[in-house]
């Protein structure tokens, strides 16, 4: 069983990981531990590995092999990948891209004690900072690697954690992964599944028409009610069957 998670900056990854470590016995690959075990095998202490890389790029493609290579040699393994780019490289794993409203994502990493490489002067900051690091990544993977970061359909799964526990989010990968093992229904016929919170569809309390619909459609839904649905052929999204928001259910689920 392997899972490959990344995401949006401030999205809880890190959390999530230690979850499926503490509860679930998952041995967590970060890109630094998988940094670490390429300097053991080359003999270098992680200093003398952390400066090799600012100077030669080479040795990110090291660390894209070295996940590679774990993934082919721990198939059986209950291993998840905490990484930015671990769902390209590693060998057939359950993709989960987590995402955050850029506003939660900058209250999180604001109110964090994340040391001296992370200072924000407010809120506002932290936001602005978050989007222009994000804006560089993406250039950056596009440039060495070709790939398109944000396209969702890079991924198996989705998941909003703007208004979702860590705990809640770790169950639900864990099953949303056996029901892409297993292949039954749209694990079996779809690229990506999207569960997204209401509130990042439309103000919490209002009613007001559902930005994804179908563009002939003025039906407006209630804030407090989750909408399940399914993308139609003129690329719009289409209501399959309402049910109400609570712990079991607190997401929209969108096919792509």
Not at 220 to 244: P, Q, R, S
């Amino acid at each position: 069983m392997h899972i490959t998670l990344t995401g949006n900056l401030g999205s809880g990854k890190s959390t999530i990981c230690r979850i499926l470590e503490n509860q679930y016995g998952f041995e967590i690959y970060s890109t630094g531990k998988v940094q670490r075990k390429l300097a053991e095998e080359m003999g270098l202490t992680v200093l003398e590995m952390n400066q090799r890389m600012c100077s030669d790029p080479s040795y990110d493609h090291k660390i894209d092999d070295t996940v590679a290579r774990i993934s082919r040699e721990q198939a059986d393994e209950k291993i998840c990948f905490d990484s930015r780019l671990a769902w390209h490289f590693a060998e057939k794993s359950f993709k989960v891209f987590l995402s955050v409203d850029i506003n939660e994502a900058a209250r999180r990493v604001f109110n964090d004690n994340r040391g001296d490489v992370e200072k924000y002067k407010d809120q506002e900051d932290a936001k602005a900072q978050l989007i222009a690091r994000a804006e560089t990544e993406d250039k950056r993977y596009h440039e060495i690697y070709g790939i398109n970061y944000f396209d969702f359909n890079n991924y198996n799964l989705v998941l909003d954690s703007t208004n979702c526990t860590p705990e809640f989010l770790a169950e639900r990968i864990l099953k949303e992964h056996d029901a892409y093992i297993e292949g039954d229904g749209f694990y079996a016929d779809h690229s990506c599944k999207l569960l997204i919170g209401p509130s990042r569809l439309y103000k919490q309390g209002t009613r007001v028409s559902f930005p994804a619909g179908p563009k002939s459609s003025e039906t407006a839904y209630d804030a407090n009610t989750a909408l399940k649905c399914k993308k139609v052929e003129d690329g719009n999204f289409e209501l399959e069957e309402e049910a109400c928001i609570g712990t079991d259910y607190p997401l929209v689920q969108l096919y792509i």
